[in-house]
């Protein structure tokens, strides 16, 4: 990868089967990484890239994350040999075989970020979406959990859960009418028609549109800007309040910003910021992870 340089720390072979975890201080990379299938998603891969971004949060050389995937696609969605596997009624998937239950399968929906995607939600590192290809079906939910989205012209949003006769899986109705409001939202579920890297970025399914060269070098680019200059503190906390926050009125809000611009006067970063400035300096904050902010 153009953003991994020589002293990129590469995992030990065999630790993953199905993506590849890579850490070039600031920057952790999750790859997809079974491109023959178009790095379709198995339980495995679900299992590993849970496992590195748990593994990433609790890395200090790591500031934010990026996700992509191997060859010409992000992930084309479900393994078809999982949906033919389920279809038939073998019971061939975790939620379907009796007395199996993977451990993002809830009883309940109490939790709002405990869910098959939506923990990445409330990892407290910023985590990059970049999107190089196709991203369809369960795939499509997973990379709006993603705080940032960052597409080439090449990547290509694919809703196609009304062609198999599905439902809008894992938080999407939640998920893409906040990004791109329920009319488009309704849209594309309806018609699951093809939305290319430009008309992602247009409808702000998308931060940011950039050369399909410039993919990699440019989300590893944004997280090695944000370690050169912001609390890693201060974005494990806004990250929080934004996605909790989607919950509340402004008052309750605007309420619990009270609380916490408080104990961001008591804390070093907030110290270390002022005299920075003062300074005319870069600041020096501390790394993730440390005592729960």
Not at 4 to 33: C, F, K
Not at 147 to 167: E, K, M, T, W, Y
Not at 197 to 220: H, I, K, P, W
Request: net charge negative.
């Amino acid at each position: 990868r153009v953003c991994l340089g020589p002293g990129a720390v590469w995992q030990a072979p065999g630790v993953y089967e199905h993506i590849r975890y890579e850490v070039d201080d600031p920057v952790a990379v999750i790859t997809l990484n079974r491109p023959h299938a178009l790095n379709a998603w198995t339980e495995t891969m679900d299992v590993e890239v849970r496992d590195a971004l748990t593994r990433a949060a609790a890395d200090p050389k790591v500031v934010g994350i990026v996700v992509t995937g191997e060859g010409r696609a992000f992930c084309a969605g479900a393994d078809m040999n999982l949906l033919s596997g389920i279809s038939s009624g073998d019971g061939a998937h975790a939620l379907t075989r009796p007395g199996t239950r993977p451990a993002w399968a809830r009883e309940d929906g109490a939790d709002d970020f405990a869910g098959r995607f939506p923990y990445v939600m409330a990892i407290d590192k910023p985590v990059i979406a970049a999107i190089n290809g196709a991203v369809a079906g369960m795939a499509l939910p997973f990379a709006l959990c993603c705080d940032i989205r960052v597409v080439s012209p090449n990547a290509l949003f694919v809703s196609a859960f009304v062609q198999r006769g599905l439902i809008a899986e894992w938080g999407l109705s939640w998920l893409l009418p906040r990004l791109v409001g329920p009319a488009v939202a309704l849209d594309i579920l309806f018609s699951s028609r093809r939305v290319d890297g430009e008309e992602a970025y247009r409808l702000g399914l998308a931060n940011y549109l950039v050369g399909t060269d410039e993919l990699m070098s440019f989300s590893c680019g944004y997280v090695e800007n944000l370690a050169r200059g912001s609390s890693p503190t201060s974005m494990a906390i806004m990250k929080r309040q934004v996605y909790e926050q989607l919950h509340r009125g402004l008052g309750a809000a605007e309420y619990d910003s009270q609380r916490l611009i408080l104990e961001s006067f008591g804390r070093g970063d907030f110290k270390e910021g002022v005299s920075s400035f003062l300074e005319k300096r870069p600041p020096d904050f501390p790394r993730l992870p440390l005592d729960a902010p």
